[in-house]
């Protein structure tokens, strides 16, 4: 079983539509919780990092940490066809190095 | 403020040749990690450096890749006797200190093995 489970998709949506991305985690020592968005053949940009259970929100993104269940989610809102990517999910434990990643959800939005 | 810089962006190597790939961080971060992507694939973390130091290299294949951060310069990382398995993109982050769960990535390097 991997560390982190994440539905590699691709996920296609209508533009302006809410997306809602996921990932599942086994180890429960993670602690810090990450979303990164990766462009084709771009580096991975961080969008978002928490660190504690319940909803963090960014302008359109939401990220949401629920620690009993070990899952995370990412919502965007008003979702833009500049919104295409992968958006990988990431999470590392306290005091560790090591950040592990999700495979990454493909996203289409379209216009 | 410049962020992290990676080169080169495209390396083609011959099997049985060496690869080095370049990193450097964003200015004010003494934190590097390195990471490997294949097609298709999430990142695999490699290694992680402080200045002059290995902290973590678990995820770093025992023989022909070795890393380091030397006090003055790049991070580099190093891949002798490049074998076809070995192409993908690398990709190196940055944190500031304190802070080694907000990391920044570079470009990446697209190591390609002929």
Redesign the interface.
């Known amino acids: 079983q991997k560390e982190v489970e994440q539905d590699p998709g691709p996920l296609s949506v209508p533009e302006g539509a809410i997306v809602s991305l996921n990932c599942t985690y086994s180890n429960s020592a993670f602690q810090y919780f990450m979303w990164y968005r990766q462009y084709s053949r771009k580096g991975p940009e961080l969008l978002m990092y928490t660190y504690s259970s319940g909803n963090k929100e960014d302008g359109r993104f939401t990220a949401q940490v629920d620690k009993s269940s070990k899952y995370i989610s990412l919502f965007i809102r008003d979702s833009q066809p500049s919104d295409s990517a992968t958006y990988l999910c990431a999470m590392s434990f306290p005091g560790g190095f090591k950040t592990i990643f999700g495979a990454g959800t493909r996203l289409f939005v379209k216009a | 403020n410049a962020g992290?810089m990676q080169n080169p962006r495209h390396l083609v190597r011959r099997r049985g040749q060496e690869a080095r790939l370049r990193c450097s961080p964003m200015k004010g971060h003494s934190h590097v990690?390195w990471?490997r992507q294949l097609p298709?694939?999430?990142?695999?973390?490699m290694v992680?450096l402080q200045k002059e130091n290995i902290?973590?290299e678990?995820?770093m294949p025992k023989e022909r890749f070795s890393a380091e951060f030397p006090k003055e310069g790049p991070s580099i990382l190093r891949i002798q006797q490049v074998v076809r398995g070995d192409s993908a993109a690398y990709?190196c982050a940055s944190s500031p200190l304190g802070e080694?769960?907000?990391?920044?990535?570079?470009?990446?390097t697209?190591l390609t093995v002929t």
């Open positions: 992290v990690y990471y298709e694939e999430g990142l695999k973390f992680y902290i973590d678990s995820g990709f080694r769960d907000e990391q920044y990535f570079g470009p990446g697209r």
